[in-house]
């Protein structure tokens, strides 16, 4: 079985920090594109960050950026989402996934991801 968990959600302060992290276990995941989205009640699952496997870039979504870090860790802890200066909006579910290495576009979008995990709550209070 493949599986992605996240960790490091909870409640902190606005203007404060969080440091997501997603653990693997099945395969290794050195090799795939790996993305953050976040999820609020009635709401699709937005598109946070991203970090391609072959280059190394990275891409934000526009509410986060210069605010959010995006990084490898390794095979078995594939991405990690640094939070800083937080905002009560970024309150929502972050989710952690993984796209498989034939895909190279459509990458902001949660259709295009293999594998997901269960997600972490992340709440900024104000």
């Known amino acids: 079985q493949v599986q992605l968990v996240e960790s490091g959600g909870g409640l902190v302060q606005a203007g404060g920090s969080l440091r997501l992290s997603c653990a693997a276990s099945?395969?290794?995941?050195?090799?795939?594109?790996m993305g953050w989205f976040r999820q609020t009640p009635g709401k699709e699952r937005e598109f946070v960050a991203r970090?391609?496997?072959?280059?190394?870039?990275?891409d934000y979504a526009d509410s986060v950026k210069g605010r959010f870090t995006i990084s490898r860790e390794n095979a078995n802890n594939p991405v990690i989402l640094q939070m800083n200066s937080l905002k009560p909006d970024d309150t929502a579910v972050y989710f952690c996934?993984?796209?498989?290495?034939?895909?190279?576009?459509?990458?902001?979008?949660?259709?295009?991801?293999?594998?997901w995990g269960r997600g972490t709550q992340v709440t900024v209070s104000s």
């Open positions: 996934a993984a796209a498989a290495p034939r895909k190279a576009y459509g990458l902001r979008s949660a259709a295009t991801y293999d594998y």
């Open positions: 970090i391609s496997w072959s280059s190394g870039s990275t």
């Open positions: 099945g395969r290794t995941f050195s090799s795939y594109s």
